[in-house]
């Protein structure tokens, strides 16, 4: 996979789960607005009332946005899973009911966070529309053909390996293959390597730079079937066998296509968010 399609978040994404809830929210309001009544009560049934205020099933996929993907919450049994988000809910409503009479929302502190929030769903929201505005297969094509073209001829080795604490191993194991012990064998049985030994040490392909250097430059010098004489890394001694050598293959489109979304997403945003920046005056007045 190239590197160029494995890129961060133009900003901070703490706040997906809102920004999730926020524009389901605002798809649900455009549908009530084109939906006659009884459409609008199959398509978003009440499924629960607290003191007479309606819990319908557009709340419930919020509150699962919201809360959800807390890894208890989501071993849970779905009906389980329904009632706990239910029950979330209703606790929701009642301490929100409870602030009003308590005069919660006229407080400073409390007009400062919601003000914070409101600004930051309206910067999620944006950058999630301004995302998907610059998602066309023409821009998803031209990624991937520009990372097609970085890739080059980049080569790759498959080998095996047989990993031992001391080089005195390391040559008694290298001693039993040249008589004709299987490799793969002796792997499964001396190497200490957990991973690959179950495998008869096989690594399957790799590129250069995925091996600590010292492995890696005696892997790529080998030919397909040579052997390697005892290799020192930071893990111990290494005996070298290189199955096969290749040209890295280009992966296709469709099986690097979700990347190469969040990349061409991703990007939008930042080049969005520094062309404001680039026109905004920002002043600091904690620093001289």
């Known amino acids: 996979m190239p590197a160029q399609f494995d890129t961060r978040p133009a900003t901070d994404r703490s706040g997906l789960t809102a920004l999730r809830a926020s524009a389901f929210g605002l798809l649900t309001a455009a549908m009530l607005a084109v939906l006659p009544a009884p459409a609008l009560a199959q398509a ?3 499924i629960a ?3 007479g205020t309606e ?4 709340d ?3 509150a699962e946005e919201d ?3 807390n890894p208890q919450i989501q071993a849970m049994p779905a009906e389980a899973r329904r009632d706990y988000l239910v029950s979330y809910l209703s606790d929701v409503i009642l301490a929100a009911k409870a602030a009003e009479g308590k005069k919660v929302a006229d407080q400073k502190e409390f007009k400062g966070r919601l003000a914070f929030i409101r600004n930051k769903l309206l910067m999620e929201t944006l950058l999630q529309q301004e995302g998907k505005a610059a998602l066309t297969d023409a821009a998803m094509k031209k990624v991937y053909e520009e990372a097609v073209k970085q890739m080059g001829d980049e080569q790759e080795v498959r080998a095996r390996h047989i990993l031992v604490p001391t080089e005195e191993e390391a040559k008694a194991v290298l001693d039993e293959i040249k008589k004709g012990t299987d490799f793969a064998e002796l792997a499964k049985q ?3 390597d957990p991973g690959a030994a179950a495998e ?3 690594l399957g392909y790799f590129g250069k730079g995925q091996m600590v250097p010292e492995f890696a430059e005696v892997a790529f010098k080998l030919d397909k079937g040579q052997l390697s004489d005892p290799v020192k890394t930071q893990f111990g001694w290494h005996i070298i066998k290189v199955e096969d050598k290749r040209t890295k293959p280009v992966p296709e489109f469709d099986k690097v296509k979700d990347q190469i979304d969040t990349y061409v997403q991703r990007k939008a945003q930042a080049d969005y968010i520094q062309k404001l920046q680039a026109s905004a005056k920002i002043e600091r007045m904690d620093k001289k």
Not at 55 to 58: A, F, G
Request: hydrophobic share 30%; aromatic share 0%.
């Open 60 to 62: 419930l996929a919020m």
């Open 44 to 46: 978003d049934p009440v």
């Open 67 to 69: 809360v959800g993907q």
């Open 190 to 192: 001396k190497s200490k």
């Open 49 to 51: 009332k607290v003191n």
């Open 200 to 202: 008869g040490g096989d």
């Open 55 to 58: 819990i319908r099933e557009s």
